[in-house]
């Protein structure tokens, strides 16, 4: 986010605060930050967030299986609801930059080793974060969901930037307003379980 | 490309290279934030760390010099 932001030069702490305190728990699964060459074409853009998307959303459903906390489990069925209206979105966006719907093959056509649900935001790969999720308190899980859609916010603004034409930058502009939203929520609830 | 192609690892440091810096730095020279939630700060933080939540950050960017290297945790 800040570097999206033009901040030059910037470091996060591997470990962060329970490193600086010597304590030595693995960290969480780290986002990478979102990365595009001018090459990337808009359709693969829209496939590669759509992909996503669709991680994001197993992640949650999944997540919501296994932790009990009620507060949480509403809070992630919205997400889960959410990702799913945000894929429609880019399947719309999709078939206003092609001229046709996302077809049979999509995104694994346009992305090489693409299954769906495989990956979420930053780029974490889903068994990943579900394995880590496993026996973490609320708190730990919140801060992994508030860094992936971090994550998630910093994509869509990074896409409407890359994106041609107004409708385009639209979709992202209403899709990284979202992520915003549910940052804020996830930000909302953490501070009620601290 | 691949999956893994459209992502850049985030630039980290050691909590001991983060150590050695703060000791030898000049505080007007970095910006140096917790992005986590004010609970969690109250609780504990790096000395001389500056509270900006995670989620109030796109609204705050502005409080800081982008010019200065800036250690985030």
Redesign the interface.
Known sequence: ??QT?????????????R????LTTPGQP???????TMA?RAE?LTA?AW?LEEGSRRFYEEAQRSLKDSDVQKLLSGLVTAEGHHKASLENLYQNITGSPPGKGFPSSL????TPG??ME??VRVSEALAWVIGKNIQAFL?LA??LE?AS?DLYIKMERRVEGENSKRVFSVLSGEE?KH??S???L??RK? | MGIIDYFKPVETMTAEEARKFLQGGDPREYNLIDVRQPGEYEQGHIPGARLIPLAELPGRITELDPNKLTIAY
């Not at chain 1, 932001?5 to 605060?17: D, K, N, P, R, Y």
């Not at chain 1, 992305?111 to 693409?114: C, F, K, N, R």
């Open positions: 986010m800040l932001a033009g901040f030059a030069t910037v470091h996060s702490i591997l470990g962060g605060i490193a600086w305190e010597g780290e986002a990478g930050m979102a990365f595009f990337a693969e590669l992909l992305l090489s080793d693409a495989d990956y930053g780029g801060e508030m860094s971090t916010y915003k940052l804020e996830l930000a909302s953490l501070d601290i």
